[in-house]
């Protein structure tokens, strides 16, 4: 009986050392296992490497892709240059768009000042006030000879039909010789610096007049 429970506590005294191993041998597997995990991350870091290299681009393509961007270049270039010239264009034609219209007061202060000098009750019918509107319309045909030549040129209006894009109606008038919509005052005149608007004519239109017959109105209320 003795020998028995010897035996047994030698078994109990054993189990701990066996404990340990197996711990120890637990450990082993996973630095095995983590060794295994670095290997494949590494082994698919040097695939990846070789596969990018394996598909880097040929000479061919490179090439291909230089013409490319070359002619991409050379076309926002051209665009460019086609810009410059048409602002060089416009700058040439059109430089003198603010200055034109600003002169045009000039027609205006002429014309004004002839309205004037015409309705003085004073000065009507006599041969100052004669030489002075000559001298006025020998200035104002001068200014637009001059405007002329710089291709600054007066808008025709009396008896066209309204153009929104010429005239600028101020008045309607009662008319019934004439179709409705027809310019049949020119209020300031209009001018254009070659084919572009310089300033719109200001002008009254026509309008049929409204007539009423009293007599018609009359039986109609009957």
Same mark, same amino acid.
């Given at each position: %009986?003795?020998?028995?429970?010897? !035996?047994?506590? %030698?078994?109990?005294?054993?189990?701990?050392?066996?404990?340990?191993?197996?711990?120890? &041998?637990?450990?082993?597997?996973?630095?095995?296992?983590?060794? /295994?995990?670095?290997?494949?991350?590494?082994?698919?870091?040097?695939?990846?490497? #070789?596969?990018?290299?394996?598909?880097?681009?040929?000479?061919?393509?490179?090439? @291909?892709?230089?013409?490319?961007?070359?002619?991409? #270049?050379?076309?926002?270039?051209?665009?460019?240059?086609?810009?410059?010239?048409?602002?060089?264009?416009? @700058?040439?034609? !059109?430089?003198? !768009?603010?200055?034109?219209?600003? @002169?045009?007061?000039? =027609?205006?202060?002429?014309?004004?000042?002839?309205?004037?000098?015409?309705?003085?009750?004073?000065?009507?019918?006599? /041969?100052?006030?004669?030489?002075?509107?000559?001298?006025?319309?020998?200035?104002?045909?001068?200014?637009?000879? =001059?405007?002329?030549?710089?291709? =600054?040129?007066? $808008?025709?209006?009396?008896?066209?039909?309204?153009?929104?894009?010429?005239?600028? @109606? %101020? $008045?309607?008038?009662?008319?019934? #010789?004439?179709?409705?919509? #027809?310019?049949? &005052?020119? $209020?300031?005149?209009?001018? %254009?610096?070659?084919?572009?608007?310089?300033?719109?004519?200001?002008?009254?239109?026509?309008?049929?007049?409204?007539?009423?017959?009293?007599?018609?109105?009359?039986?109609?209320?009957?």
């Amino acid at each position: %009986m003795k020998i028995l429970t010897i !035996y047994g506590n %030698m078994e109990k005294e054993e189990n701990p050392n066996n404990n340990n191993i197996s711990q120890n &041998q637990d450990f082993e597997d996973k630095k095995v296992d983590s060794k /295994e995990v670095l290997n494949n991350e590494n082994q698919q870091e040097i695939e990846t490497s #070789t596969k990018n290299e394996i598909e880097e681009p040929t000479l061919e393509e490179k090439i @291909a892709h230089l013409e490319d961007k070359v002619t991409r #270049t050379f076309a926002e270039m051209e665009n460019q240059r086609r810009r410059f010239e048409k602002e060089k264009e416009d @700058a040439f034609e !059109y430089g003198g !768009y603010n200055f034109a219209k600003e @002169a045009l007061s000039l =027609i205006d202060n002429l014309e004004r000042s002839k309205n004037v000098l015409e309705s003085d009750d004073k000065l009507k019918e006599t /041969e100052a006030l004669i030489k002075t509107l000559e001298h006025l319309d020998i200035i104002k045909k001068d200014l637009i000879s =001059i405007f002329e030549k710089n291709n =600054i040129k007066p $808008i025709e209006s009396l008896n066209k039909k309204l153009d929104p894009n010429l005239h600028q @109606a %101020m $008045i309607e008038i009662e008319d019934d #010789t004439k179709e409705p919509g #027809t310019i049949i &005052q020119e $209020i300031q005149k209009g001018f %254009m610096i070659k084919d572009r608007l310089l300033r719109p004519s200001l002008v009254g239109v026509s309008k049929k007049a409204e007539n009423i017959d009293k007599n018609e109105e009359n039986s109609e209320d009957k």
